[in-house]
Every structure is written in C-alpha cells, then in structure tokens.
C-alpha cells in the first residue's frame, strides 16, 4: 500500500508542512540575546577591551599564561570559520528545512526547560556548599596565607557556579550547531557524500573546538584571577603550589551539569527511540525515521539533546577535571621536591590543551570535499577518511608534547625528567588510540564480533540478546588491560624522572600517571569532532527520510549514520579510559587533602577493615543501582510512547495511507515532561551518597577513637565505585554499539535485510541496547568523576 501511495503522488509534502504542536520560544540565553542587540562597533570595542583586561590579568600571572590566553583567542576565530563555512551551505528543498525547524524548536524548548531545572539544581546545591564551607576547618596552609573560612566558602561557590555556567554553555554550544548542521549534511547526500561527510565533520569540529577552549579558557581565567586578587607568592600569602586546590570547585560544577545533562537528555532520547522503533519498525513494518511514525519527531530531537548537548557538557567536565587534578599533583610535587619555579609543572595541562586545539584544528581540516558533483566511489570508507584526519591529529600530537615536556618540565634539579615524562604522555596517546581502536573493533559491522551478532538474530530475539550480553561483558578484558599497563608504566616513568623529595624518596610517579593521562586527552578536539558527528549523520538520516528523498540519498545517510554509531562508541570507550585515569588522579589528591585536614597521615586504605570493606560494598552498589534507575526511568518514559504511538495508529488509521498526520507534538512533550521527571532520583543518589556514608561513619569513628574512619570508608567507596563504574560503562556501551550496528549490518541486506525475522530480532536487540549505551553507559563515568570531585570539595565533613 505504502509504495502505490508513493508512486501516485500522495504523500505529506502535498500538505503544508506545520509541526505548531512541536514549536516554542527560542532558547538563546539571555546574555547572547543581550549581545545581539548592542552595536557590532560598540560589541568589537567591548570586546577588546575585555580581552585586554584578560592579558592583564594573565600577564600578571606567568607568560605561560598569556600563551594559553593566545592561543585559545585563536582557536575561537577559527570555531567562528567553522561556523560561518557550515552555515553557508543550502537547506535543501522546503520539506527538509520545515522538519529541521521542527526539529530545532523542540530541541531548544526542551534545552531551555531541563538547563532551567538544572540551575535551580545548582543553586540549591551552592547554598550547601557555602553552609558547609562557612563552618568547616582550615588547613595550617590556608591559615598561614590568611585565608578565612568565608573567603574560602565563597572562593568554592564561585568556582562550582562559573564551572556550572560553563558547562551549560559547552551543552548549548553542542545543541546549538548540531540543529542547524543536521539539515545541511542531508541537503548534501544529494550531490555528494564526501561534501556531506566534510559538512557534519566541521560542525562537530565547531562544537569541540569551543569545548575544549572553554575547558582551558575557564580554569585558566579562575586561576589567573585568584592568583592575582590573593597576592600567591607574595610575602604573607598562599603559596602557588597549593593554589590549583581552590579550582576543585569549579570541575564539581560542571561534573555536576553534565551528570545531570547526560540523564535528562539520554532518558529523552532513547525513550523516543526504543517508542519509535518498537511500535514503527516491529509491529507496523514502516522503515526508520517515517514520517508516519507519530514518535519520530522526538526521536530526532533526542539526538541533538541526548548526544549533542549532553556530550558536549561531559567532554567539557572531562577536560577541566583532568586539568585541574594534573595541576594538584604537579604543585604538590613541585612543592615536595623543593623546585624553584613550579609554575612549569602547574601550567602544563593547560599549555597540552592549548596544542590539542592547534593539532585538531588540523585534523579537521585534512578532511575535505571532492570537486566531482557527482557520488564518491562507493570502495572509499567515511571510517577510513576519519581515521585518518585522526592518525594525523596523534602524529602531530606526539610532536607538540614532546616540546611542551621539553619547555615546562625541564628542571637542573632533573635534568632527563623531562623525557620521562614525555614518555608518560606517549604512553597516555597510545593508550587513548587502543581504546578508540578496540571500541571500534568490537561495535563496527566490519568487523567479526558485530557481524556474529547479526547472524544470532536469524535464530531468534533470545539469541540476539545473549550474544549481544556476552559481546558486551567480553569487550570490558582488553580496555582494562590496556588501562592497567598504562598507569603502571606511567607511575614507573615518572619515579624513575630523578625528582625526589627531601628525604631522597623518588616524588614522580603520580604526577607521571597524570602526564599520561593529558596525553590521552592530547586529541581530545578530534575526538569530540568524531563523537559530534554522529548525531548529526543520525539527524541528516532522518530528514532525509522524513522529506522522502530518493534511495540513493538515503543510502549515503545510512553509511555515515552507521559510521557515526562506531565514532560513538569509539569516543565513548575513550571518555571512559580518561575518566579511569582522571578519577585516579583525583583519588590521590582526596587522599593529601584529608592528610592536610586532619594533620595526620593517610597513605593507604585497608580494606580488610570490615567498616572500610562495607564502604567498597556500597559504592559498588552504588554503580548498579544508577544503573538500574537510568535504565528504568528510560523503560518507563518508552512504555508511555509505544502507549501513545499505539494509540495514534488507532484512532487515526489514515496515517497509514498518508492521508492524517500524526501529532509528532504529543510524543515529545511524553518524552521531555518524563525525562526531566526521571533524571531527579538517580542523580539525587550520586550527590547523596557519598556525603552520607561519609557523615554516618565519621560520627561512628569518632565514637570509637578513629578520627579517620568516615574518610577512609569513603576512599573505599570511591575505589570501589570507580572500579565497577568502569567495568559497567565499557560493557554497556560497547554492547548497545554492537547490538545498534548489527542491525544497521542487517539493513544492508545482508541475513534477509529489512523487515525479515533476522531484522525484527536485531531491532530488539537494539531496543535493549539504548539505554545502555546513550543513558546509563554515558551517565556512569561521568558519575565516576562527580563522585572524586565531590568527595574532594567535601573532604572537611568527613574528618
């Protein structure tokens, strides 16, 4: 019936094409909207004159400072070519910029009412922390400079705050150019898929290039400002080397933004999803993305809010707390080993990110166009032409740490250090290029796993399950090997660089871990680009099928939109490595700020202290009960879709025939009043619990003697908990990677193709695998870093 509707004409695009149901108020903040309406001059000269105060006040600091300032500057113009390069290309037909309009209006409306819930969230959440700081101990150190427990308590509010603000900002950046990208890379299948596959690289490449510069741009402002109003290093005052302490506030804002982010926005759109395809794709038989699928809307719309925005909050988080841990370590080392000039060793990890912006720059830009109009040779791979901007983004990457090392890390006191540590850093790239490549080994159809996977759904729905599970908890071995030897060999480095403490004890190997761990985040613009990607390959998939374009067109869409799941989960196996290593770090540093609190050692957690044992038990727990709520909460949002899309299918029986249309408004308001609705208990439960189990033992320790015990219970908790958490995202993600591409693998035709049996099993599995590895799977690494960054800004309670 479907296809003598097409062949006669009738189809929507005879209809106009209004989605008034979907439509809301523009989302631009505020402040952008202030923006706009000052005069261009009077916004240039305000402009400068800010940047000028920001030299100022990076003068004031270090000249390593003014160089990240630079270079970050620069950065920003090239994000604005970007931009300006995608949005010169053509919106297609009428039909394929009326479904991006929709698409984008529900997209913001929705941004605006989750980032407004979230900031009253935040602010709630600043009161307490202002509470607690007002009332909290001091250090020796801090007493020493002079600082206050107010100052202190108002130091940490701003910094959680400005953190918060920027990772809303990084989210809204995200969202902002994948809903305007979507529709252009589907204009572009029409003539080409290289100029398509260029177009959504670049408007991720936009999006992570503001990222990453935000990271530095922030952390390094917040420092320049303290150092500069504190009087560091002046007589009287705090030390340089214990200044990055007071940043930790600013990494718990933005963990706090983008746990929430990546809830809200995964619960949306993989409720939207497993709605649409369980009730569109296995009981009515219409393809993906059809425009008589009455969830298909919000389905589009997830992909911009769950992986867009969601994502680009998270990388902002990852990269501001692995700077700001590598900051600790590297002062307090500085500090231990007596260097004369420790600035080298604290600025480093901005100075690493500010060279990931130049080196991606590039590998974006390596991909380009062809100048035949017509199609590329279906042999050229978009994976491969990706891969390939990414070898020379690492190359490039090598070259530039190894002289940062050289530059910053240099020291008379050690004089080889330096190499040392540059081999932490190629031990760091290695590992984050094994990780891209075992992700993709595992969840790209090119490869055996995914392809054994395919051929379980011809036997059946429970064998597609089983081996998708299997596939699953087998891809978790490598990645901890890998992760594994990559922390023991960046310790070994750095204890034996020659940098020892007073006592002639080697003092490196901690902050070695760290180096490594920068070099891993040394590609981190690339690797954001190849995550922005695919939801935006997705978004252009869907138009096209919305717009009802021609098969060829579809069929360019469906290979990148295939490609972007593997870049996916190749990005998202990579955050899970960094964050591994990120938690660690910050572990460490828990560990020194208690020490510093109680003015007592605390080298070592002994869990065979049953209290202590009790706490990993916990936090264990604590990873598979988010779990099981993220899962759940995006259960219950999809049974209210299927409920609805059924219902539509009924009482509207014309949609079949193209002759009603659905209420695509209905769905994404299901979806965006639940997801916002859901994402509270899970997230409660990650804020909570660690202060909880903290003040409940300490109230126990105290009363039996053991000053140290709330503290220690929760480094147990926060091992175990990173442990597992771990452990849990590499399976859940790379399961529903699997379980996604081998039905894209089926779709090629292959086992019977679309719509045979093999296809409905695959379908399931994939339904299974959302939640996983677009909402819990995200949510837990980052919960991993939340929990180091809280326990870190509330170590005083716990004493």
Known sequence: MMEADMESGRSYQERPRTFS????????????RLLMRINPRALIILSLLVFSGVLYVGASTSPIVVFVFCICTLSLFFSLYLTKWVLAKDEGPPEMSEISDAIRDGAEGFFRTQYGTISKMALILAFVILGIYLFRATTPQQEASGLGRATLAYITVASFLLGALCSGIAGFVGMWVSVRANVRVSSAARRSAREALQIAVRAGGFSAIVVVCMAVFGVAIL????????????PGSMKVTDLPLLLVGYGFGASFVALFAQLGGGIYTKAADVGADLVGKVEQGIPEDDPRNPAVIADLVGDNVGDCAARGADLFESIAAEIISAMILGGTMAQRCKIEDPSGFILFPLVVHSFDLVVSSVGILSIRGTRDSGLISPIEDPMAIMQKGYSITIMLAVLTFGASTRWLLYTEQAPSAWLNFALCGLVGIITAYAFVWISKYYTDYKHEPVRLLALSSSTGHGTNIIAGVSLGMESTALPVLVISVAIISAYWLGQTSGLVDESGNPAGGLFGTAVATMGMLSTAGYVLTMDMFGPIADNAGGIVEMSQQPESVREITDVLDAVGNTTKATTKGFAIGSAGLASFLLFSAYMDEVASFAQLPFKEVDIAVPEIFVGGLLGSMLIFLFSAWACSAVGKTAQEVVNEVRRQFIERPGIMDYKEKPDYGRCVAIVASASLREMIKPGALAII???????????????????LLGAKVV?????????????????????????????????????????????KAAVTGDTVGDPFKDTAGPSLHVLI???????????????
């Open 21 to 32: 149901t979907v439509r809301s108020k523009s989302s631009v903040p505020l402040a952008f």
């Open 223 to 234: 420092y320049s400002t303290f150092y500069v109003w504190l009087g560091v290093d002046s």
């Open 689 to 707: 619990s660690p202060m909880a189990v903290g003040v409940v033992f300490r109230i126990l320790g105290h009363s039996t003697g053991r000053p």
């Open 715 to 759: 480094a147990s908790l926060l091992m175990f908990a990173t442990v597992a958490g771990i452990l849990m995202a590499l399976f859940m993600n790379t399961a529903g990677g699997a379980w996604d591409n081998a039905k894209k693998y089926i779709e090629t035709g292959a086992l019977g193709g679309k719509g045979s049996e093999s296809h």
């Open 785 to 799: 870093k939340m929990l180091a960054t809280i326990t870190l800004v509330m170590a005083p309670i716990f004493l």
